[in-house]
């Protein structure tokens, strides 16, 4: 049962089948087993060395399913600092600003409400993956009965953290520029982002509501665990409540929180949604004019060509990665990157221990529109510079056979470069001395992706002009199956 839950990046299933509470007293006795193991590996010594932090989210499933989770940590000997309701990123905070061998948030994000899981983060908030230690949680979980274990006596207490975290994340929000109130509007998706909002920037955070800034709240109800839309802000549909708010309100910018309040997706003051890359590059600009040029910045594969053009026009490095949390972050962290963007809506930051946050991206981007005192739409237009075609999803069974074929055919030409980074990415870009050729030639480039879960292919086409956009996703599509709306 537990391999129907244990993922690439975290652990998510269905409650309370296959995911329950005897499981859950699992999980947390073998993630405490490979935390605490994994820090004395490492040499550290510290009595804080044995906590663990644990937090949860507001589903019905949520409280009984962490509270076996810290009976399971506990019995192996972990010591668990319950840090109770909070948003994902306040996990990442609360390991660092503990020096704790790590942490478990139960989420399911995104997902419906049947839905829950756990987000597990070691040493210094690093996550843990399939390959960095989900796997080894999965055999330590798998080979414990809780019914012959005795308890090795670890304890639990309840800490509150939100004066320290609020000023953490506050220290990213400078509203000292022209003088006005911004009014934003903000969808928590009955999700985190309705605890979080106003304990870091409203009436009740303890260090006063934030001047000069006025919320306008959608969705902040989350006391019954359901959710009015899907808490997942990259379907367009659940963005339309806060399109439709901002317009109506004339607010300055929207924001769309997930489930977890760890990433989000702004909403310019037109009602228009602002591409995840496209922010990426206009806040890598922010940063490198900052805190100065040669700096390194990175960002997930599928994002637009204007992206790494905008970072090398400001003076930083720019830096590919893999579509994935783990990845970026491990990117962030070995390139000494300022900052880093991910399609998904998730932003990352080096003061933020190369952690992503939800709330931080909106600390900077209104931070960006106070100190220039431009629209968010203005910001943005000179990154919609090429034509993009967005994630389309394939169904195919032979996945493998597909990507051979795409190779094959648009692989091999004398502008094409292909490197297989992260699935297979052909670019037949204009290169330098040679002139855009047109629909068949370069002025293009894509990306194909196998889903981890599915017997699906996801394709992301970028060209410079929508001629050749339409053109190559004629010739491509035709290689990779059927197109189904996912």
Same mark, same amino acid.
């Given at each position: 049962?537990?391999?129907?839950?244990?993922?690439?990046?975290?652990?998510?299933?269905?409650?309370?089948?296959?995911?329950?509470?005897?499981?859950?007293?699992?999980?947390?006795?073998?993630?405490?087993?490979?935390?605490?193991? @994994?820090?004395?590996?490492?040499?550290?010594?510290?009595?804080? *060395?044995?906590?663990?932090?644990?937090?949860? @989210? *507001?589903?019905?499933?949520?409280?009984?399913?962490?509270?076996?989770?810290?009976?399971?940590?506990?019995?192996?000997?972990?010591?668990?600092? @319950? $840090?109770?309701?909070?948003?994902? +990123?306040?996990?990442?905070?609360?390991?660092?600003?503990?020096?704790?061998?790590?942490?478990?948030?139960?989420?399911?994000?995104?997902?419906? =409400?049947?839905?829950?899981?756990?987000?597990?983060?070691?040493?210094?908030?690093?996550?843990?993956?399939?390959?960095?230690?989900?796997?080894?949680?999965?055999?330590?979980?798998?080979?414990?009965?809780?019914?012959?274990?005795?308890?090795?006596?670890?304890?639990?207490?309840?800490?509150?953290?939100?004066?320290?975290?609020?000023?953490?994340?506050?220290?990213?929000?400078?509203?000292?520029?022209?003088?006005?109130?911004?009014?934003?509007?903000? !969808?928590?998706?009955?999700?985190?982002?309705?605890? &979080?909002? #106003?304990?870091?920037?409203?009436?009740?955070?303890?260090?006063?509501?934030?001047?000069?800034?006025? /919320?306008?709240? /959608?969705?902040?109800?989350?006391?019954?665990?359901?959710?009015?839309?899907? =808490?997942?802000?990259?379907?367009?549909?659940?963005? %339309?409540? %806060?399109?439709?708010? $901002?317009?109506?309100?004339?607010?300055?910018?929207?924001? $769309?929180?997930?489930?977890?309040? @760890?990433?989000?997706?702004? /909403?310019?003051?037109?009602?228009? #949604?602002?591409?995840?890359?496209?922010?990426?590059?206009?806040?890598?600009?922010?940063?490198?004019?900052?805190?100065?040029?040669?700096?390194? $910045?990175?960002?997930?594969?599928?994002?637009?060509?204007?992206?790494?053009?905008?970072?090398?026009?400001?003076?930083?490095?720019?830096?590919?990665?893999?579509?994935?949390?783990?990845?970026?972050?491990?990117? &962030?962290?070995?390139?000494?990157?300022?900052?880093?963007?991910?399609?998904?809506?998730?932003?990352?930051?080096?003061?933020?221990?190369?952690?992503? +946050?939800?709330?931080?991206?909106?600390?900077?981007?209104? +931070?960006?529109?106070?100190?220039?005192?431009?629209?968010?739409?203005?910001?943005?237009? =000179?990154?919609?510079?090429?034509?993009? +075609?967005?994630?389309?999803?394939?169904?195919?069974?032979?996945?493998?056979?597909?990507?051979?074929?795409?190779?094959?055919?648009?692989?091999?030409?004398?502008?094409?470069?292909?490197?297989?980074? !992260?699935?297979?990415?052909?670019?037949?870009?204009?290169?330098?001395?040679?002139?855009?050729?047109?629909?068949?030639?370069?002025?293009?480039?894509?990306?194909?992706?196998?889903?981890?879960?599915?017997?699906?292919?996801?394709?992301?086409?970028?060209?410079?002009?929508?001629?050749?956009? !339409?053109?190559?996703?004629?010739? /491509?599509?035709?290689?990779?199956?059927?197109?189904?709306?996912?």
């Amino acid at each position: 049962m537990l391999g129907k839950v244990f993922k690439a990046y975290d652990i998510r299933g269905t409650y309370p089948d296959p995911l329950d509470e005897k499981m859950a007293w699992q999980i947390g006795y073998g993630t405490s087993k490979f935390l605490l193991g @994994d820090a004395a590996a490492a040499g550290e010594t510290s009595p804080m *060395m044995k906590n663990i932090v644990v937090g949860r @989210d *507001m589903r019905k499933s949520s409280p009984g399913l962490t509270k076996a989770l810290i009976k399971g940590i506990c019995d192996h000997g972990g010591h668990v600092i @319950d $840090v109770g309701l909070v948003d994902t +990123s306040f996990i990442y905070f609360a390991v660092n600003h503990l020096d704790c061998a790590g942490g478990v948030m139960t989420t399911a994000s995104h997902n419906p =409400p049947q839905y829950n899981g756990f987000k597990i983060s070691k040493r210094k908030a690093k996550p843990v993956g399939e390959a960095t230690g989900l796997s080894d949680i999965r055999k330590h979980a798998a080979m414990v009965d809780r019914q012959t274990v005795q308890s090795a006596g670890g304890r639990s207490e309840e800490r509150n953290l939100w004066e320290p975290y609020s000023h953490h994340v506050r220290s990213f929000l400078d509203l000292s520029g022209e003088r006005r109130t911004l009014r934003v509007v903000i !969808d928590a998706s009955n999700g985190m982002a309705g605890t &979080m909002i #106003p304990m870091v920037f409203g009436k009740k955070c303890p260090l006063g509501p934030v001047s000069g800034l006025e /919320i306008v709240e /959608i969705n902040f109800d989350n006391s019954r665990g359901e959710f009015v839309h899907e =808490p997942n802000p990259l379907v367009t549909a659940n963005l %339309a409540m %806060a399109r439709e708010r $901002v317009v109506k309100e004339k607010a300055d910018v929207g924001f $769309v929180y997930d489930g977890d309040a @760890d990433r989000c997706v702004v /909403i310019d003051e037109t009602g228009t #949604p602002v591409g995840c890359d496209h922010l990426t590059g206009v806040l890598a600009s922010y940063f490198l004019k900052k805190h100065g040029k040669g700096h390194g $910045v990175v960002f997930d594969l599928r994002s637009t060509k204007a992206v790494s053009e905008e970072i090398v026009k400001a003076g930083g490095i720019p830096h590919r990665s893999r579509v994935g949390h783990v990845f970026m972050k491990a990117a &962030m962290a070995e390139k000494r990157c300022i900052f880093g963007g991910e399609l998904s809506g998730h932003f990352y930051f080096r003061d933020n221990f190369n952690a992503d +946050s939800g709330a931080i991206a909106m600390c900077t981007v209104l +931070s960006l529109l106070k100190q220039t005192g431009r629209k968010m739409s203005t910001l943005v237009a =000179p990154m919609k510079r090429y034509a993009q +075609s967005g994630e389309i999803n394939f169904n195919i069974e032979d996945k493998d056979g597909a990507l051979k074929k795409l190779r094959e055919e648009f692989g091999s030409g004398p502008h094409a470069v292909v490197d297989e980074l !992260d699935g297979v990415t052909i670019d037949c870009w204009e290169k330098q001395g040679h002139a855009a050729a047109g629909p068949s030639g370069i002025g293009w480039w894509c990306n194909v992706r196998k889903s981890n879960t599915e017997p699906l292919l996801r394709l992301n086409l970028e060209a410079k002009d929508r001629k050749t956009l !339409d053109t190559m996703l004629g010739k /491509i599509s035709p290689l990779l199956g059927v197109k189904v709306d996912h």
